[in-house]
């Protein structure tokens, strides 16, 4: 053999006596099953040595058979109470190679000292007692090496330190029945040795798959931790989402009801996103959703007297929930820290725009006895004040409550009603402000219901549209009114207002165009009115829509301009023959000078893109002259007429041609 292979070999040998210090998990589950046997291999060790002694008393010298195993005995109670307490403590790799490794260095001479004990005890006593002593040794290393299993190069030290000597030791007495014993052992040790080999490479195994099967299950967890947070919080944001935001709202409801305390439940809607995203591109508008997701974070976490969970639930929609009993002035006192947070600008490439937002309260138990019924409540108070108070916080009331169980029966009521003979039109006129001669009528609607009576079109309308009854009024409406067009005058147009369902869905205004193909009126001489919301509800599909009513012919007036979204990119992208200068401005257009200002720059706009502009609400003549001043095109308010039936439009006409007749003839003989 070659001194190469000779030390390699060595090398090998000699690392079957040293703890392994390249795997610490493998040293730590040693570490820690080793310990646990550390009681049974003393317990063994020191009941054998005290029966060896027991034994001896009376045959061996007095610091042989009391003083010797006395000495070893404390040296292992020692060794097992410096174990116990390593046993429930942490410790680091480092510290669990050092014990090991003096284990291994104090196993030696402990091993090395009980072997001798015994051989010096051997020549005293009778057959029995020496018998004894060959006992002792063999089954007490055997029981030592099964405790000491987990940790190989100790067991291997106590193997051959008990064991070697051993076999020499009483094969070299030449007594037959001793040296059988010695063979008996040396095969025992052996097949010891094997088992203890197989056990160490299975024990090296099996804490290599469990350290496979807990990255394992730490990857699973990890997974499971990704994908719950991917379900609980929005992509784009990174705000918790809508599924997040329902299970708070359930616990924290939990909690309130358990605890009788308050509970209150916001939803915030942006004013004025949707045309950021229609104007900007999508990109940009998801920049935008991005910092007003950061600004409402920064709201509620500075908001230190009540713990609020936030959410994106949607589009441009947030939601809030409020712990911490809080009270009504809290709830405004967060909304307003909100509100100014979005109204501050936003920069959008070379632009600044800026953003409000609308918010709806509602508190638990003031408001609604279930999460559900809780939330409902903030979402119509929402609603209020996008109606009515546009960019303001609005708490659920009582009054609200009353509003939801009048919407909920005239809902009710609408399902259930004959259009054909509850639903009434009425016609107002549309005059030219310089000839005062009438160009068309404008179609409002009205419903008289056997229940309810009168009901107002600012609130059937609404209705309509929530319960998805919208474009199947819009069709009956529309074909009785071109039927009661079909007897005018052929210069008399029809204007008809059509709602963001009319022409934002995807065959919207299919059935429209069908309608007034069957009419008989000619397309030339319909106006459809459309509002700024409407257009905003899909900018998109509304432009499709718009672009095939007018390839028929028909006209396209912009309805309410000034009240929705204000934006000039609808002006300048859809093909406009009107636009329609809400009656707001109009009432105090010869006292404040705001109202004057904003109707001259309309009537410039009009004029600039050669778009008539349609002024409604005139009711007295100082309004009437103003608006001429100003360059309004038509005028339409109760000054020239209220909106009246079907069956006054032709009086209304006659009585018009005739008093036109009678000053065109006076003017004739002034000039004879």
Excluded at 210 to 227: G, V, Y
Excluded at 541 to 557: D, F, P, V, W
Excluded at 605 to 615: G, K, P
């Amino acid at each position: 053999m070659s001194i190469a292979k000779l030390k390699s070999h060595l090398a090998a040998a000699a690392r079957l006596f040293r703890v392994p210090a390249d795997n610490p998990d493998l040293m730590r589950a040693q570490f820690d099953a080793f310990s646990k046997q550390i009681p049974l291999l003393y317990a063994i060790l020191l009941t054998n040595t005290f029966a060896v002694s027991y034994t001896h008393l009376a045959v061996a010298p007095i610091w042989l058979s009391v003083v010797v195993p006395a000495l070893l005995c404390a040296v292992g109670i020692a060794r097992l109470f410096w174990w116990q307490r390593k046993r429930h403590r942490v410790h680091s790799d480092a510290e669990i190679l050092h014990s090991l490794r003096v284990t291994n260095w104090t196993t030696l001479p402990i091993a090395a000292g009980f072997a001798a004990w015994s051989f010096a005890l051997y020549p005293y006593g009778d057959s029995f007692a020496q018998g004894q002593i060959a006992f002792f040794m063999a089954v007490t290393v055997i029981g030592c090496i099964f405790c000491m299993m987990h940790l190989r190069s100790v067991a291997l030290i106590v193997t051959i330190v008990v064991d070697v000597p051993y076999v020499l030791y009483f094969f070299a007495t030449g007594e037959p029945t001793l040296k059988a014993i010695a063979v008996n052992n040396l095969l025992v040790t052996g097949a010891m040795v094997t088992v203890l080999f197989i056990y160490s490479r299975d024990f090296a195994d099996l804490v290599a798959s469990r350290k496979s099967l807990m990255a394992q299950q730490a990857a699973t967890q990890a997974l499971s931790d990704a994908n719950f947070r991917l379900a609980n919080l929005d992509s784009l944001t990174e705000l918790p989402n809508r599924r997040r935001f329902f299970a708070e709202l359930a616990d924290a409801f939990g909690d309130a009801q358990r605890n009788g305390s308050r509970l209150a439940v916001g939803i915030i809607d942006l004013d004025g996103f949707k045309p950021i995203n229609d104007n900007y591109g999508h990109s940009i508008g998801d920049r935008v959703l991005i910092e007003v997701g950061r600004r409402i974070r920064e709201a509620c976490e500075g908001f230190a007297t009540h713990r609020v969970a936030f959410a994106r639930l949607g589009g441009d929609e947030f939601g809030l929930v409020v712990c911490g009993d809080p009270a009504d002035q809290d709830l405004l006192a967060l909304g307003q820290r909100i509100a100014d947070r979005i109204r501050l600008p936003y920069q959008l490439d070379t632009a600044h725009n800026g953003l409000s937002c609308s918010i709806g309260f509602a508190l638990y138990p003031r408001s609604a006895t279930s999460a559900e019924a809780l939330y409902e409540c903030a979402d119509y108070s929402l609603y209020h004040a996008k109606r009515h108070v546009r960019g303001q916080t609005v708490i659920f009331s009582s009054e609200h409550e009353a509003e939801i169980r009048s919407r909920g029966v005239i809902e009710n009521l609408l399902r259930t009603s004959d259009f054909g003979a509850e639903m009434d039109l009425a016609f107002q006129p549309i005059v030219d402000a310089t000839s005062e001669r009438t160009t068309g009528f404008e179609v409002l609607a009205r419903w008289h219901s056997p229940r309810l009576g009168m009901v107002s079109p600012a609130d059937f309308i609404p209705a309509a549209e929530r319960i998805g009854l919208i474009r199947q009024l819009t069709q009956a409406l529309l074909i009785r009114a071109l039927a009661a067009a079909r007897a005018w005058p052929d210069d008399i147009r029809l204007s008809f207002n059509l709602s963001a369902h009319d022409i934002c869905s995807p065959d919207g205004i299919l059935p429209l165009i069908s309608i007034i193909e069957r009419s008989g009126v000619a397309p030339r001489r319909l106006d459809f009115e459309i509002t700024e919301t409407a257009v905003a509800f899909d900018f998109r599909r509304a432009e499709e829509s718009i672009a095939t009513l007018k390839a028929m012919g028909c006209g396209i007036s912009l309805d309410d301009f000034g009240t929705g979204y204000s934006s000039l990119s609808h002006v300048h992208r859809l093909p406009l023959d009107k636009i329609k200068v809400d009656r707001s401005f109009v009432a105090d257009v010869n006292a404040n000078p705001v109202s004057h200002k904003i109707i001259k720059s309309l009537t410039g706009l009009c004029a600039d893109m050669e778009i008539a502009c349609v002024v409604e609400g005139v009711e007295t003549h100082d309004q009437l002259d103003s608006l001429r001043r100003l360059g309004c095109d038509y005028i339409q308010g109760y000054y020239f007429a209220k909106p009246m039936p079907v069956a006054a439009v032709s009086d209304y006409l006659a009585r018009e041609r005739r008093r036109f007749g009678g000053e065109m003839s006076a003017t004739a003989a002034a000039g004879a």
